[in-house]
């Protein structure tokens, strides 16, 4: 069996030693980088199956080297550690794929059980993305609108897994369309032609879940005067769509691995298994590593689920397909009613484009269903769109000083304003300069220049 590679990225020259040393001991070949540019480089040298990364590098920080790997290559499992841990750093490192974050200083036992399962996730994701995708058009996304890159990443992501039979995990806020990719993907399967089947476990009574799920024999309770076929079984030979999984009980998720592990699964009250050949597909909202971590979701779970994760990412982080989807709802809602609304006004559009949209495409979709059901007939104007979007503020309002009676310093109040929108665009831009200065509409060259002259300490990279 071939010897699993691994690289490490880490501008602490002793830790990677100690890593690498210590690695190399296990049986594996080891790699080293100095920084994340390195890091970026190494990985296409090297072709790792793992990469380990600091977080705080020079040139590119733990978060963007894991988010540039995974765009590239996904089938690469990362592992990411740092010796100033918080929430928010964690929770961006998982979302930009991370396998797993440890917490510096780690023992190295753990790093080694954790590279384990990484590389038994890695054996079953790297069958997944073997195949080429099949289909190069958007033809079976119809219901799945965006131009960003983000949702191309996705839709190419789609199109490479759709033919194999891994569990996928869906991971999104509300309303920003689990089931659709659920349902394209199964789309392009070649269980196309076989049932797809959507469970919101959520939405199901506890009581009634097992047997809505695994079906019942005649007398498993009372009521049941009937044997009942479930969710599964309905589901054989095609596609199962568990939604807000991280709401199942523990007991049931147990029933749920044995399904997941061998494809077996009994009926309540039944006294034999039954086989079942289908895909799980399950989606939640929630975090389910700190689910894990509180111990209200089983881990051994969670990394059955997780062969192939999903992000999708929430509206407001994809602005850019705001008018897309406004132009989409509009179309569709004009026909479908018999309306003859013409359009919406250009202002309009923007308004909505910044708005947070807390309720993802969902709500956009129930805002423009409203707007051509009362409007009826014409074009959409700013007094049609109710107070609550008008209200909102545009980003440049946002960050408006209100002068205090006692006069400020302009220069420091201005310098201040600088800062904080230099900080806004090097951390949605990952820590990228260059990325960064696009946002800003500077030169590259000039932003630098600015870090330099403030200061501003950041973990960067071109």
Not at 120 to 136: C, D, G, L, T, V
Not at 267 to 283: M, N
Request: with cysteine; glycine share 6%; aromatic share 6%.
């Amino acid at each position: 069996m071939e010897r699993a590679r691994i690289l490490i990225a880490d501008d602490d020259r002793k830790t990677r030693d100690v890593i690498s040393i210590f690695l190399r001991h296990k049986g594996y070949d080891v790699f080293q980088a100095f920084d994340g540019e390195d890091a970026l480089e190494k990985v296409e040298q090297h072709d790792p199956h793992l990469v380990i990364t600091d977080f705080m590098m020079p040139r590119a920080n733990g978060h963007e080297v894991i988010r540039r790997i995974k765009a590239a290559r996904p089938e690469i499992v990362t592992i990411a550690y740092s010796a100033f841990a918080n929430f928010e750093m964690t929770a961006d490192l998982l979302k930009a794929g991370a396998f797993f974050y440890l917490e510096k200083p780690f023992e190295l036992e753990v790093l080694e059980a954790q590279i384990e399962r990484g590389l038994e996730h890695y054996a079953m994701q790297s069958r997944a993305f073997s195949s080429a995708p099949r289909i190069k058009n958007r033809s079976l996304f119809q219901n799945m609108i965006g131009e960003s890159q983000r949702m191309l990443a996705v839709f190419e992501l789609i199109e490479k897994i759709a033919n194999s039979d891994s569990t996928v995990l869906i991971q999104g806020e509300s309303g920003t369309g689990k089931e659709l990719v659920a349902k394209a993907i199964h789309d392009l399967s070649r269980r196309r032609a076989n049932p797809f089947v959507a469970v919101n476990t959520a939405a199901i009574p506890d009581e009634l879940l097992e047997s809505e799920l695994f079906g019942h024999v005649r007398g498993a309770f009372t009521g049941a005067v009937a044997n009942r076929v479930g969710r599964f079984e309905l589901a054989d030979g095609g596609t199962i769509f568990l939604d807000e999984i991280g709401e199942m009980q523990m007991r049931l998720q147990a029933k749920l691995l044995r399904v997941l592990q061998n494809r077996m699964l009994e009926p309540v009250g039944a006294s034999s298994s039954r086989k079942v050949d289908l895909r799980i597909i399950a989606a939640t909202n929630q975090n389910l590593e700190r689910l894990v971590a509180s111990r209200d979701f089983r881990e051994d779970l969670y990394y059955r689920l997780s062969v192939i994760p999903i992000i999708l990412p929430p509206l407001r982080d994809r602005r850019e397909d705001i008018p897309l989807l406004i132009e989409s709802f509009l179309d569709r809602f004009s026909r479908s009613g018999n309306h003859k609304v013409k359009g919406i006004e250009k202002g309009v559009v923007e308004l909505l484009c910044c708005y947070d949209w807390p309720g993802n495409v969902r709500e956009l979709e129930n805002l423009i269903e409203y707007l051509v059901v009362l409007k009826g007939s014409g074009t959409i104007t700013m007094r049609d769109v109710p107070d609550k979007y008008r209200k909102g503020k545009k980003p440049a309002d946002s960050a408006t000083v209100t002068l205090p009676e006692g006069g400020l310093c302009l220069n420091s109040a201005v310098a201040q304003f600088e800062d904080r929108l230099i900080s806004q665009a090097l951390e949605m831009s990952g820590g990228n300069k260059k990325e960064a200065a696009q946002l800003l509409n500077l030169k590259r060259t000039t932003l630098i220049e600015k870090l330099k002259k403030k200061n501003i300490a950041m973990a960067t990279s071109d």
